[in-house]
C-alpha cells in the first residue's frame, strides 16, 4: 500500500483551521478560546512537579502538521490488519480523524436510543447532549496546555450516548489510523453511560505506516447513577510517533466503571488518568499493560480522586520494561474531606528485563479524612530466579521460558478487565508484541 | 474514631515540662537580621580562620539565590521572616567540663531537662547546646583515651583541622538546599566526633540542643566520623520553651562510615510548636559500613527532614526507621533517601506516623539505583495511623531503578485504630483513653523497640501519659 506524499500544511502551531459553518456557535467559541488559552500556558518543564522524570527532549513541537486527508481509504482491509473483536454492535473507522467508511451501529440499539455517532456529526444533530458533556473536567495532571491544543484543533472523534435503563451487551468498537509523515491527529472520545445502563467501548490507535506523528487525544467518561462502563483503548502507533493521551472519568453514585489501557507503540507516551468518584458507592477500576523496548518511553500519571464517601478505587498498572526503556508511575490517591469509608488500592509493578532498563515510579497519598483504607505498592525487579529455575527444569528453553513468565506478569492485569472476547483482543495484540521480542 | 467532640484531645504530649525559659545575659549577640556583618561578628566572636568565614560567606550568597522550595514543600515555609530572627546568641564562654561551672541558669535548664541525671546513668559522654553554643561538654575518660573526639564544632575545625577539613561540607554540599546553605553560613555549635578504627564505643555519646531565646534561630552542625571497623551510637534531644514568635532550627548533620564501620544515630525531637525545623542529614558509607538512622518527631511546628544514606562503598545499608506524631498545627514532612552508588548494597526504610486532631503527616522518600550496578536491595514501608477525622496523612515517594539486577519495593497504608479493638478492651475494662493509647502503642511498637532501652521507655510513657484523663 504505497502513499503519494502530500505536502504538509498547517503546523500544529499555527492557529487552527476555522470551524466549519455549520457547527454550532458554542463550540465554535470553544475552540477559538482554547486556541487563546494554548498561547497563554507555558510548555511543561522539567522541573514542574508533574513533569518529574519526564523527558521533555524527546518530545518535539516543531515539524508536526495537522493531518491531511489520506488516500488509504480501504476499510475492510485495515480492519483485516488489525486485531479486533469478531463481533460489535456498532464501529466508527477513522484515518486521521477522518471518517473512511458509515458508522454502524445495531439497529436494536439505535431505536433504543442509543447515540453512536462522528463528533462533527453529534455537535450538529445532539447540540445540547454533547455541550453538557464536552470537556467539563479540568486538566489536573501537568497537560493543561495539551488540553487546550486539543481542544482548538480537534477535527473529530465519536460521541457514544447510552440512555437510561439501555443495557448494550455487545462492545461498540472505534478504530483510528493515522497516515502520513508528521501527520498530527486529535481524536476526541466522550461517553456518557446514563443512570442504570451498562456498556463496553473498545477504541483502536494505531499507524499505517513506520513514520513520525503525533497524536493529543481526550476521552471524557460520564458514568451515571447505576450506570456499568467498560472502556478499553491500545494504542499501537509508529516508533516513531509521540502520543498524549487524557482520560477523565466521573463515577456518580453506584456506578462501576473500569478502565483499561494498552501501550506498544510510540517513541513518547505520556498518560494522565483521573477518575473522580463523585456519588456515594462509586467504583472505579483503572488497568494498564504496556511493554516498551527499545528507547520506548513511557510516562503515566494517575488520580483517583474520591470526593464522596464509601466510594472505592483500584488501579493496577503493570509495565514489562525491554533494552532501553524507561518508565514512569507518578500515581496519586486523594480522599477528600467528608469521604469516610473509602477504599483505595494503587499498585504499580515493574518487570525489568534488561540491565539498562529504567522504572520511576512515585506512588502517593493524600488522605484528609479518618475511617479510609488506602494502600498502595510499587515494585521494581526483574524475572523470578526460582520461577525461571522451575520451568527450565522442566525442559523449558530460557527464553521461552522468560518469554512465559513476562506474559503472566502482564495477564494479571488483562485478567481482570472480566470480558473474554476483549480479553482475547489484548493478549492477541501481545503475543504479537512478546514473539517480535522472542524472535530477535 | 471519627468523633470530632474530643478531637485532638485524644493524644496531648507532655510539652509543659519542657515549658519554661530563663532571662539569660548574652554577651555575644549578632543582633537581627542576616547579612555578611553578621558573619564577621560570628566569625570574629569565635576567632575563626579565614577560609571558614569565606566559607559561610559563599553559603551566604548561595543562600539567597536559592528560592524557597514552596513549588513541592509545605507554603508554611513563607512564614518565616529571616530579618525577624538572631542568629548568634552565646555568653561567651567555652563548655564546662564540669556541670559546677555551668552558669546557672543554663545548669538549671538541664537539670530539669534531666541531662546531667541521665549522663550519669548510662552516657559515654554528653554535650549540652544552649542557644548558639555548647554550656557543657564531657567524655568520660575511659573513651577520650582510646582516642574519641568529642568537641564542638568551632573546636573540631581550630583544634583538628586535619582530621575534620576533608569532610566538612562533602557530604552535604552547601548548595544541597537553601537551609544547608543558611547552615552553612551562620553555624554553630553541634558536635564533632571522630571514632579511630576498631574503637568500638560501649555506650552512646548524646547531645542535646536547647533553645532558651525568642525569635532565635539555632543552627548547629555535625560532623561524626566512624573510621574502619568502628562502632558508634549518637543520640539528640531537643526542647525549647513555647513563644509566640517563630524560632527557626536549621542544623546540618554529616556521618562519614569508613569500611565495616557502624553508625546508629537516634534523634528525639521535641521542640515546641511554635519552631520551625528544617534539618539536614546525611551519612556516607563506605565498603560493608552501616548508617541507621532512628528518628523520632514529636514536636514543632513544621519539621521537614529526610534523612539520607549514600553507599558508596560496595555491600554498604542504610536505614531509616521513623515515628512521627502531628498533633494540632504541626506538619510533621518526613521522610528517606537512599541513593545507591555501589554493588550489593542494601536499604530499609520504616515510617510510622500518627496524626491527631488537624495534624498532618508527610512521607517523601526517594530511593535511586542507577545504572550498571548490582544486587541493590531497597525495602519501603509506610504506615499512618490517623485518629481523628480531620488529621491528615500524605505519602510521595520517588523510585528509580536502572537495570535487571535489583528488586526494590514499596508498600504504604493508611489505616485507624478499629472500633472493634476499642470495643474489645473496654469491654474488658479499660477507659476509652486507655485503649486509645494501647492501641497508638501497638501500632509503633515494634519500631520504639528499635531504640535503646531508656528511649523506647520514655517514649512509651510520653504516648501513654497523654492519653490518660484526655477522653472524659
Same mark, same amino acid.
Given at each position: 500500500?504505497?502513499?503519494?506524499?502530500?505536502?504538509?500544511?498547517?503546523? *500544529?502551531?499555527?492557529?487552527?483551521?476555522?470551524?466549519? +459553518?455549520? /457547527?454550532? $456557535?458554542?463550540?465554535? !467559541?470553544?475552540?477559538? #478560546? &482554547?486556541?487563546?488559552?494554548?498561547?497563554?500556558?507555558?510548555?511543561?518543564?522539567?522541573?514542574?512537579?508533574?513533569?518529574? *522524570?519526564?523527558?521533555?527532549?524527546?518530545?518535539?513541537? +516543531?515539524? /508536526?502538521? $495537522?493531518?491531511?486527508? !489520506?488516500?488509504?481509504? #480501504? &476499510?475492510?482491509?485495515?480492519?483485516?490488519?488489525?486485531?479486533?473483536?469478531?463481533?460489535?454492535?456498532?464501529?466508527?473507522? *477513522?484515518?486521521?480523524?477522518?471518517?473512511?467508511?458509515?458508522?454502524? /451501529?445495531?439497529?436494536?440499539?439505535?431505536?433504543?436510543?442509543?447515540?453512536?455517532?462522528?463528533?462533527?456529526?453529534?455537535?450538529?444533530?445532539?447540540?445540547?447532549?454533547?455541550?453538557?458533556?464536552?470537556?467539563?473536567?479540568?486538566?489536573?495532571?501537568?497537560?493543561?496546555?495539551?488540553?487546550?491544543?486539543?481542544?482548538?484543533?480537534?477535527?473529530?472523534?465519536?460521541?457514544?450516548?447510552?440512555?437510561?435503563?439501555?443495557?448494550?451487551?455487545?462492545?461498540v468498537e472505534?478504530?483510528?489510523?493515522?497516515?502520513?509523515?508528521?501527520?498530527?491527529?486529535?481524536?476526541?472520545?466522550?461517553?456518557?453511560a446514563g443512570p442504570g445502563s451498562s456498556a463496553t467501548v473498545a477504541e483502536y490507535v494505531a499507524s499505517i505506516n513506520d513514520e513520525i506523528s503525533f497524536c493529543c487525544a481526550v476521552c471524557d467518561i460520564h458514568g451515571e447513577e447505576d450506570s456499568q462502563l467498560t472502556y478499553l483503548r491500545t494504542q499501537n502507533l509508529s516508533e516513531k510517533a509521540q502520543s498524549i493521551y487524557q482520560l477523565s472519568s466521573r463515577v456518580a453514585s453506584k456506578a462501576k466503571l473500569k478502565t483499561f489501557n494498552l501501550d506498544l507503540g510510540c517513541e513518547w507516551v505520556r498518560n494522565e488518568s483521573v477518575s473522580r468518584l463523585v456519588g456515594e458507592g462509586a467504583t472505579s477500576e483503572m488497568l494498564a499493560v504496556s511493554v516498551p523496548e527499545k528507547s520506548q518511553e513511557f510516562d503515566m500519571r494517575t488520580l483517583q480522586l474520591h470526593e464522596q464517601r464509601n466510594t472505592s478505587s483500584n488501579l493496577l498498572y503493570k509495565n514489562a520494561l525491554y533494552d532501553d526503556s524507561k518508565t514512569t508511575f507518578a500515581g496519586m490517591i486523594v480522599v477528600e474531606d467528608e469521604a469516610h469509608q473509602t477504599d483505595a488500592y494503587q499498585t504499580?509493578?515493574?518487570?525489568?528485563?534488561?540491565?539498562?532498563?529504567?522504572?520511576?515510579?512515585?506512588?502517593?497519598?493524600?488522605?484528609?479524612?479518618?475511617?479510609?483504607?488506602?494502600?498502595?505498592?510499587?515494585?521494581?525487579?526483574?524475572?523470578?530466579?526460582?520461577?525461571?529455575?522451575?520451568?527450565?527444569?522442566?525442559?523449558?528453553?530460557?527464553?521461552?521460558?522468560?518469554?512465559?513468565?513476562?506474559?503472566?506478569?502482564?495477564?494479571?492485569?488483562?485478567?481482570?478487565?472480566?470480558?473474554?472476547?476483549?480479553?482475547?483482543?489484548?493478549?492477541?495484540?501481545?503475543?504479537?508484541?512478546?514473539?517480535?521480542?522472542?524472535?530477535? | 474514631m471519627s468523633t470530632d467532640s474530643n478531637s485532638g484531645n485524644m493524644i496531648e504530649i507532655d510539652r509543659e515540662?519542657?515549658?519554661?525559659?530563663?532571662?539569660?545575659?548574652?554577651?555575644?549577640?549578632?543582633?537581627?537580621?542576616?547579612?555578611?556583618?553578621?558573619?564577621?561578628?560570628?566569625?570574629?566572636?569565635k576567632g575563626e580562620d579565614k577560609w571558614i568565614t569565606d566559607f559561610r560567606k559563599k553559603a551566604l550568597s548561595v543562600f539567597h539565590e536559592k528560592k524557597m522550595p514552596t513549588h513541592w514543600a509545605s507554603e508554611d515555609l513563607n512564614s518565616i521572616n529571616f530579618d525577624e530572627i538572631r542568629y548568634y546568641l552565646s555568653a561567651g564562654e567555652a563548655p564546662k567540663r564540669s556541670w559546677d561551672d555551668v552558669p546557672n541558669e543554663m545548669k538549671e535548664t538541664f537539670e530539669r531537662l534531666g541531662i546531667p541525671e541521665k549522663e550519669r546513668?548510662?552516657?559515654?559522654?554528653v554535650e549540652a547546646q544552649f542557644d548558639s553554643e555548647a554550656a557543657y561538654s564531657n567524655i568520660k575518660d575511659a573513651v577520650a583515651e582510646q582516642g574519641v573526639i568529642f568537641v564542638n564544632s568551632s573546636e573540631g575545625l581550630a583544634e583538628h583541622a586535619d582530621i575534620f577539613r576533608k569532610w566538612f561540607g562533602k557530604v552535604i554540599p552547601?548548595?544541597?538546599?537553601?537551609?544547608?546553605?543558611?547552615?552553612?553560613?551562620?553555624?554553630?555549635?553541634?558536635?564533632?566526633?571522630?571514632?579511630?578504627?576498631?574503637?568500638?564505643?560501649?555506650?552512646?555519646?548524646?547531645?542535646?540542643?536547647?533553645?532558651?531565646?525568642?525569635?532565635?534561630?539555632?543552627?548547629?552542625?555535625?560532623?561524626?566520623?566512624?573510621?574502619?571497623?568502628?562502632?558508634?551510637?549518637?543520640?539528640?534531644?531537643?526542647?525549647?520553651?513555647?513563644?509566640?514568635?517563630?524560632?527557626?532550627?536549621?542544623?546540618?548533620?554529616?556521618?562519614?562510615?569508613?569500611?565495616?564501620?557502624?553508625?546508629?544515630?537516634?534523634?528525639?525531637?521535641?521542640?515546641?510548636?511554635?519552631?520551625?525545623?528544617?534539618?539536614?542529614?546525611?551519612?556516607?558509607?563506605?565498603?560493608?559500613?552501616?548508617?541507621?538512622?532512628?528518628?523520632?518527631n514529636i514536636g514543632s511546628r513544621l519539621t521537614m527532614k529526610y534523612p539520607g544514606v549514600v553507599m558508596k562503598g560496595e555491600g554498604a545499608r542504610g536505614e531509616v526507621i521513623s515515628i512521627a506524631l502531628a498533633n494540632d498545627g504541626q506538619h510533621q514532612d518526613t521522610g528517606a533517601k537512599m541513593i545507591h552508588a555501589a554493588d550489593n548494597t542494601t536499604s530499609n526504610v520504616v515510617s510510622k506516623s500518627i496524626s491527631v486532631g488537624e495534624g498532618r503527616s508527610t512521607y517523601r522518600g526517594q530511593v535511586h539505583i542507577p545504572k550498571h550496578l548490582k544486587g541493590c536491595k531497597n525495602n519501603t514501608e509506610c504506615d499512618a495511623l490517623l485518629i481523628n477525622s480531620k488529621s491528615r496523612t500524605d505519602t510521595y515517594p520517588a523510585i528509580t531503578v536502572r537495570g535487571n539486577k535489583h528488586s526494590t519495593q514499596h508498600e504504604a497504608s493508611v489505616s485507624q485504630v478499629s472500633e472493634e479493638q476499642i470495643f474489645y478492651m473496654k469491654q474488658r475494662g479499660l477507659s476509652e483513653a486507655e485503649a486509645m493509647s494501647l492501641s497508638v502503642n501497638g501500632f509503633v511498637n515494634d519500631l520504639v523497640r528499635e531504640f535503646p532501652m531508656e528511649y523506647s521507655v520514655e517514649l512509651k510513657r510520653l504516648i501513654e501519659l497523654e492519653m490518660e484523663g484526655s477522653v472524659g
Open positions: 500500500m504505497l502513499l503519494k506524499e502530500i505536502p504538509p500544511a498547517r503546523s *500544529f502551531l499555527d492557529p487552527p483551521e476555522e470551524a466549519r +459553518e455549520e /457547527l454550532p $456557535d458554542w463550540y465554535k !467559541s470553544s475552540r477559538s #478560546d &482554547a486556541w487563546m488559552s494554548f498561547q497563554d500556558i507555558d510548555w511543561p518543564k522539567r522541573s514542574d512537579e508533574a513533569w518529574r *522524570f519526564a523527558n521533555l527532549k524527546k518530545l518535539s513541537y +516543531e515539524n /508536526l502538521y $495537522d493531518a491531511k486527508e !489520506s488516500e488509504i481509504n #480501504d &476499510a475492510e482491509q485495515l480492519v483485516a490488519s488489525s486485531l479486533s473483536l469478531k463481533e460489535n454492535a456498532g464501529q466508527i473507522l *477513522f484515518v486521521n480523524d477522518r471518517v473512511i467508511a458509515s458508522p454502524l /451501529l445495531n439497529e436494536e440499539f439505535s431505536k433504543k436510543g442509543v447515540i453512536f455517532q462522528p463528533l462533527s456529526q453529534a455537535l450538529i444533530e445532539h447540540g445540547g447532549l454533547v455541550q453538557d458533556h464536552f470537556m467539563t473536567e479540568t486538566s489536573r495532571l501537568g497537560s493543561a496546555k495539551y488540553t487546550a491544543l486539543h481542544r482548538a484543533r480537534l477535527r473529530n472523534g465519536f460521541f457514544f450516548y447510552v440512555p437510561e435503563g439501555v443495557s448494550l451487551t455487545v462492545p472505534v478504530f483510528h489510523w493515522v497516515s502520513g509523515n508528521s501527520a498530527s491527529i486529535f481524536p476526541h472520545s466522550l461517553i456518557v504499580c509493578r515493574n518487570l525489568l528485563m534488561s540491565d539498562t532498563s529504567e522504572a520511576n515510579s512515585m506512588p502517593g497519598l493524600e488522605i484528609k479524612a479518618d475511617q479510609v483504607r488506602c494502600s498502595h505498592g510499587a515494585t521494581s525487579s526483574p524475572v523470578s530466579k526460582d520461577e525461571l529455575f522451575y520451568l527450565q527444569s522442566r525442559g523449558v528453553k530460557e527464553p521461552a521460558a522468560q518469554q512465559l513468565l513476562t506474559f503472566g506478569f502482564v495477564k494479571e492485569a488483562v485478567d481482570r478487565i472480566g470480558n473474554n472476547s476483549l480479553e482475547e483482543v489484548i493478549l492477541g495484540k501481545l503475543g504479537r508484541r512478546f514473539n517480535k521480542i522472542g524472535a530477535r | 515540662k519542657a515549658n519554661f525559659h530563663y532571662d539569660v545575659e548574652y554577651k555575644h549577640d549578632a543582633g537581627m537580621g542576616l547579612s555578611e556583618d553578621t558573619i564577621d561578628y560570628i566569625s570574629n566572636v546513668k548510662f552516657l559515654a559522654g552547601t548548595g544541597d538546599n537553601k537551609f544547608s546553605a543558611l547552615n552553612s553560613a551562620v553555624f554553630s555549635g553541634g558536635s564533632f566526633i571522630y571514632v579511630p578504627p576498631g574503637v568500638k564505643v560501649k555506650h552512646p555519646l548524646q547531645a542535646y540542643f536547647r533553645i532558651n531565646a525568642e525569635q532565635f534561630g539555632q543552627f548547629e552542625r555535625t560532623l561524626i566520623i566512624v573510621d574502619e571497623g568502628a562502632e558508634l551510637t549518637y543520640m539528640e534531644g531537643c526542647t525549647a520553651p513555647k513563644f509566640e514568635t517563630t524560632t527557626l532550627h536549621s542544623a546540618v548533620v554529616e556521618l562519614v562510615a569508613m569500611k565495616d564501620a557502624k553508625i546508629q544515630y537516634i534523634t528525639v525531637q521535641n521542640w515546641s510548636a511554635n519552631v520551625f525545623n528544617l534539618v539536614t542529614k546525611r551519612g556516607l558509607a563506605h565498603e560493608n559500613a552501616e548508617v541507621r538512622w532512628i528518628d523520632c
